[in-house]
């Protein structure tokens, strides 16, 4: 892959050993421990650690990411953690791809970028593969960090009910078990403080069940 988003982010991981914490990201643990562990995808994955915590509570999970720096760091630590074999990493430029299977879980935590990236489109494409009685799990920033490359928005960062609606999750479809926003507080690369807030998106795909009704053909219900 040769791509000016992909030079972008394999230089941004090529700038220290490791970027991120190491750790999951705490609203995905807190939102997906309940879940009974099937096939996850997760978008946008950088080192892994969100992808290796799926793996160890039971998920086979594909993991995606443009960078095939983060990707090869994510599959050491895979490995040192005994998961390798549950987690497919694959680099791929989301803005480009229509996954081929459907998942239990669709997870995209802090799908951001300062340069191109087209968020919603990527989402509703993923949202698209989540099977009946799945779950879609989107957390993202609200504002950036202080300390981020990102530029500043044109458009301020959509809140949860706003990606709902832009996503068309409000269709009868899906039910919106949390549209929330969260404060947290963080600090930066240099020891900069921060309280930042994160918009939390959980929805959940209805099944269709068909039964036949007493005295009349079977008719589809929402059940989920
Ligand atoms: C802000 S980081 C978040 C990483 C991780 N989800 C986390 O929460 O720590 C965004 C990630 O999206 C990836 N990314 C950005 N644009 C992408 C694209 N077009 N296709 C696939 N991955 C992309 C980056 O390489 C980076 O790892």
């Known amino acids: 892959m040769d791509s000016a988003t992909n030079q972008f982010w394999d230089s941004f991981y090529q700038e220290r050993e490791q970027v991120w914490s190491g750790k999951p990201n705490p609203v995905l643990v807190r939102e997906a421990a309940g879940l009974a562990p099937g096939l996850a995808l997760d978008l946008g994955c950088g080192e892994g650690a969100d992808a290796i915590w799926l793996a160890g509570q039971g998920w086979r999970v594909t993991a995606v990411d443009i960078s095939a720096v983060a990707l090869r760091r994510a599959a050491a630590h895979a490995a040192e953690r005994g998961v390798a074999g549950r987690i497919d990493w694959r680099q791929q430029d989301l803005s480009a791809w229509t996954p081929e299977e459907s998942y239990d879980l669709v997870s995209a935590q802090f799908l951001h970028s300062p340069i191109e990236l ?3 489109t990527i989402l509703r494409t993923a949202a698209a593969a989540v099977v009946p009685g799945g779950t879609l799990l989107v957390v993202g920033h609200e504002s950036f960090p202080p300390w981020s490359r990102h530029p500043e928005p044109e ?3 959509p809140t949860a009910a706003e990606l709902v609606r832009s996503l068309g999750l409000d269709d009868g479809t899906w039910r919106l078990e949390v549209v929330d926003s969260s404060s947290r507080d963080v600090t930066g690369p240099d020891g900069q403080q921060a309280v930042l807030a ?6 959940r795909r209805l099944t269709t069940d068909v039964r ?3 005295g009349g053909p079977g008719r589809a219900e929402w059940t989920g």
Do not use: G, K
Request: glycine content about 0%; cysteine-free.
């Open 118 to 120: 087209p968020r919603e």
């Open 155 to 157: 458009v301020p960062l």
């Open 198 to 203: 994160d918009s939390v998106l959980r929805a």
């Open 212 to 214: 036949p009704r007493p």
